[in-house]
């Protein structure tokens, strides 16, 4: 049974409440989240599960089901701190994750966005966790100015617009190739559409992460390094600054 992904419409759920579909060495799978697995280079959310007696189910990290290894098609899995009580099967749960982990990483995520209309090259690596992100480029590395790349993402940081979460057809998106900047992800499909953030006037790219409502939310950022991981990898790497 899949997973109903209630971060997909609403990224700033901090609790919410779901029964248990499965339990087994692999994690917890519930009828719908509010924890993201990771995934496009965003971590796994963290937090709890809490029984209606109160006792608290640790979760420390989040993850996408594998139904090869016998989970459920589209599910999530919940995985418990070592030593973390199970739930049974059917049992109602209050959902509660990390938030400010989890703001932290919506503001960074977002600021990836932005910072990619500043440096305009293929993107072809990208991570990040609470305290720090990266995008690698493939671009020569004289064209990369940490000073100038923190003015223009701040700049337009400081315009302080709306997101949007579009959804466009495989058809089009597949007619829209230059949509796709980050070459090492492939866009979030799912019964022939495509999940898409737009950035009003700034940025347009399929993406599956979590994102803040406001660009404005980033605050602003700092470029911590700028280096070399290869030929084709020119590492840009960045923190919020407050
Ligand atoms: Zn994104």
Not at 54 to 74: C, H, L, N
Request: proline share 7%.
């Amino acid at each position: 049974m899949a997973t109903s992904l209630l971060f997909r419409d609403d990224a700033y759920l901090k609790r919410a409440s779901a029964r248990v579909i499965a339990v087994h060495e692999r994690g917890i799978e519930l009828d719908r989240t509010i924890f993201y697995p990771q995934g496009g280079g965003q971590p796994g959310d963290s937090g709890a599960l809490l029984r209606a007696s109160g006792e608290r189910i640790s979760i420390i990290d989040t993850r996408m089901a594998d139904p090869a290894k016998g989970d459920g098609v589209d599910s999530v899995l919940h995985i418990g701190a070592p030593g973390a009580p199970a739930p049974e099967v059917g049992e109602p749960l209050t959902l509660e994750i990390d938030w400010p982990r989890r703001y932290a990483l919506m503001r960074l995520h977002t600021a990836l966005h932005v910072m990619s209309c500043v440096v305009v090259a293929p993107v072809t690596g990208g991570n990040m966790s609470p305290d720090k992100a990266r995008l690698d480029f493939d671009i020569d590395m004289s064209l990369l100015d940490a000073g100038r790349i923190e003015r223009e993402t701040n700049a337009l940081i400081a315009r302080g617009v709306p997101t949007e979460t579009v959804w466009i057809s495989d058809a089009e998106l597949d007619a829209r190739p230059e949509l796709v900047k980050t070459m090492s992800v492939q866009p979030p499909r799912g019964a022939g559409r495509v999940r898409l953030l737009r950035i009003p006037d700034i940025d347009l790219q399929p993406c599956g992460g979590t994102h803040v409502s406001n660009i404005g939310e980033i605050g602003a950022i700092r470029v911590l390094r700028i280096r070399s991981e290869g030929k084709h990898n020119k590492r840009v790497e960045i923190s919020l600054t407050g």
